[in-house]
């Protein structure tokens, strides 16, 4: 089979199986492992795969630009920012993500909710001037134009001084193995942070985040108390992550 060949191979079962080991797909096509994993490299740096420990996940469509990352899944986001804004009572204090489907939250929350909202997102901010009944406060810093938040030392700095009842956390990936992902390493650290301040962290995850990895982990999946997500309840993901103890809201 020449590489050409073997790398649409993989492509395939990357798409069908949802992951690929190394071991498994060398003894399959009676071939080194070495050059599965050299394929694997060549795909990852082509923004093919994700490449994890002993193989490869699926790429996250959520590490492009803001622009094209507001047109994918649009409805699915929707629905998931609908059933994280159920999840913000009155009087609750609120760490806000940045990223697209945050930024859906803005519009499902209830016009007559009472609530403070702290978000490092500045385009989350301004979605909410015209909310009539949110005060809204604003973590200052490094402007991360990838995903329209701030980063950085500064933003950690003010973050530290927030006490919330919840957090609701974006990310690019999903995995019960690879765990909750995202494409920088400062906004995975970032996120970490706000996380920390939080009695509870609900993960956003419109269904194309499902099953997917990027290179930077944020927390393992079992460290947040719920993800909300608009994908099919049999995809295996969300099964593993059910029988990982993790509390599924389906959206």
Known sequence: MLAAERRDYLLARLHSDGKLVAKDVAAELGIAEDNIRRDLREMASAGL?????????????????????????????????????ALIRPGMTVLLDGGTTALAVTSALPRDLRATIV???????AALVDHPTVEVYVLGGRLFKHSAVTSGAAA?????LVTADLFLLGVT???????LTTGDADEAAMKRTLASRAADVYVLASSEK????????VLPATDVS????????GHPVVEELRRDGIAIIEA
Do not use: N
């Open 156 to 160: 950690a700095e003010a973050a530290r």
């Open 119 to 125: 978000t490092h997102s500045p385009t989350v901010a």
């Open 210 to 217: 499902i099953g997917a990895a990027s290179p930077f982990v």
């Open 49 to 85: 795969c994700q490449r994890v420990y002993g193989g490869a996940l699926p790429v996250s469509p959520a590490v492009a630009d803001y622009a094209t990352r507001a047109t994918v899944a649009v409805d699915g986001k929707e629905r998931v920012a609908r059933a994280a804004a």
């Open 173 to 179: 990936g999903v995995h019960h193995e690879a765990g």
């Open 226 to 233: 719920a993800v909300i997500t608009d994908a099919d309840p």
